[in-house]
C-alpha cells in the first residue's frame, strides 16, 4: 500500500525544480497532487506527468504573493478533491544576487513577497481547510542560506531564515489541531534557479559544490525529505 493512499496534496512552485520532483513523489506514494505554479503551462507539464504515470492531478496558477489567488487554490483543492492532507509551500525566487546597498526597495519586495508572505499566506488557507479534515501535514521551504548568511542575497537568506521562525510558530500554533508543520533547509540542488545563478556568477561554481558531499543536490533527493516529513513515519516531528 503507498504511503498516501486517499490523500490530498498540494505543491506551490511545482512547474519546475524540487516543486516538479516533490509532486511527482506525493503522486508516486498515492496522493492525489495539486500543482500550483505562477506559469500554469508549466504546472500542466508536471499534472501531464503524473496523469501519465496513472495518478491523479489538478494544474493551477496561483501566484503566493497574492492573497485571493493562495485562498482560490486551496478552495479549489477542497472542492476538487474533497480535503487536504500535505501542503509542500515551495514557490521561491532567488532574486539577482549583488551587495545589499546596491540593491533596490522593489527587488527586496519582491523576494519577501513571494519566499516569506508567499508561506504565511498559504499556511493560513491551508490550516483552515486541514482542521477542517482533523489534521495534516506541512512542509515549508527554507535553505540552507535560512541558517547561515549569504554573500550577495541578503533578501533571499532572509527570507528564508523568516520562513524559520514561521515554521517553528506555526508548529506551536496548530499542534493541537493535529497539524504538523516543518521546513526542509536544502544546500545548492540542480534545479533551473541555480543554473540561472551560475550563468550570472560563474565564479561561484566550486562554492555552489562547497558541501560535504562535494556535489549539488537533485531535486528529488529534498523530495524524499518532504515526503517522509509529511508521512506517519514522522509523527513525532512538528518545529524542526
Ligand atoms: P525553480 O526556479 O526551478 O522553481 C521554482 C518554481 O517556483 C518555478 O516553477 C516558478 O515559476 C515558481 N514560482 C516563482 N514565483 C512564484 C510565485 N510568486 N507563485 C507561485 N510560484 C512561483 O527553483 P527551485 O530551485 O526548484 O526552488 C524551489 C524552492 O527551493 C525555492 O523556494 C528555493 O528558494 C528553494 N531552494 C532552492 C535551492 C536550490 O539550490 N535550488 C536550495 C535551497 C532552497
Redesign the pocket.
Known sequence: MPLFHEKVALV?????????AAALAFSREGAAVVV????LT?AEATAAMIVESGGEALAAA????RRADVENLVAQTVHTFGRLDFAFN?????GALGMLHQKTEAEWDDVL???LK?VWLCLRSEVQAMQASGGGAIVN?????GLVGFRGASA?SAS?HGVIGLTKTAALEYARSKIRINAV??????????ASMLEAAPELADS?RGNPLRR??T?EE?AEAVIWLCSDKASFITGQ
Request: aromatic share 4%.
Open positions: 506551490t512552485g511545482a512547474a519546475s525544480g524540487i516543486g516538479r500550483s505554479d505562477l506559469h508549466g496561483c501566484d503566493v504573493a515551495n514557490a521561491g525566487i532567488g513577497a513571494v519566499n508567499g521551504m527554507a535553505s540552507a542560506a533571499y528564508k533547509c536544502p544546500g545548492f540542488t540542480d534545479t533551473p534557479m541555480v555552489v549539488l543536490g531535486p529534498t
